[in-house]
């Protein structure tokens, strides 16, 4: 019987997690190709982080960008340090939501993501929203700020 339940689960399990990922991938297509774009360069940033790509992060991050962490904020350079480090290893982002703003040569995307992180050698699972800025300047998107902003609860 216990077997039983626990394979009930699993595959109402998988049914919602096929089915939110169906939602995500409707709205996604519903934006513009521009639009798409850029999530699609929010999601490649965070498999640069992961893969502490610092040179493709270096081209990415505007030079007067801005971190928002739960441990403080800084800049381009410290961000950098801290990825090529492993001060913080941004070890896998799952992307729950996203939807973007686009204000002439700016755009907002936000994200509700659940964060597997290595901080200080202790790997830790947060679920946040993060607000990512970017900025066109001739013809190029670069990330003007990046911040997390922790959700009391996973969603």
């Given amino acids: 019987?216990?077997?039983?339940?626990?394979?009930?689960?699993?595959?109402?399990?998988?049914?919602?997690?096929?089915?939110?990922?169906?939602?995500?991938?409707k709205a996604v297509t519903n934006y513009t190709k521009a639009e798409r774009e850029l999530i699609q360069l929010s999601k490649d940033k965070w498999q640069w982080m992961a893969d502490k790509?610092?040179?493709r992060l270096t081209t990415l991050f505007n030079d007067k960008s801005v971190f928002v962490h739960?441990?403080?904020?800084?800049?381009?350079?410290?961000?950098?340090?801290?990825?090529?480090?492993?001060?913080?290893?941004?070890?896998?982002?799952?992307?729950?939501?996203?939807?973007?703003?686009?204000i002439g040569n700016t755009a907002i995307l936000l994200n509700r993501i659940t964060?597997?992180?290595?901080?200080?050698?202790?790997?830790?699972?947060?679920?946040f929203n993060v607000t990512e800025v970017y900025i066109k300047k001739k013809g190029k998107w670069t990330l003007g700020s990046l911040s997390f902003t922790k959700l009391?609860?996973?969603q």
Avoid: C
């Avoid at 216990?2 to 089915?19: D, P």
């Avoid at 381009?76 to 686009?102: P, R």
């Fill in 1 to 25: 019987m216990r077997t039983l339940i626990i394979g009930i689960l699993a595959v109402v399990s998988m049914q919602f997690s096929f089915a939110q990922e169906k939602a995500t991938n």
């Fill in 53 to 55: 790509n610092v040179d």
């Fill in 70 to 102: 739960m441990g403080g904020s800084w800049g381009k350079e410290q961000e950098l340090n801290v990825i090529k480090s492993g001060g913080i290893w941004y070890k896998q982002a799952d992307i729950h939501e996203v939807s973007i703003n686009t």
């Fill in 115 to 127: 964060l597997i992180a290595v901080v200080g050698g202790n790997e830790v699972v947060n679920p």
């Fill in 152 to 154: 009391l609860v996973q």
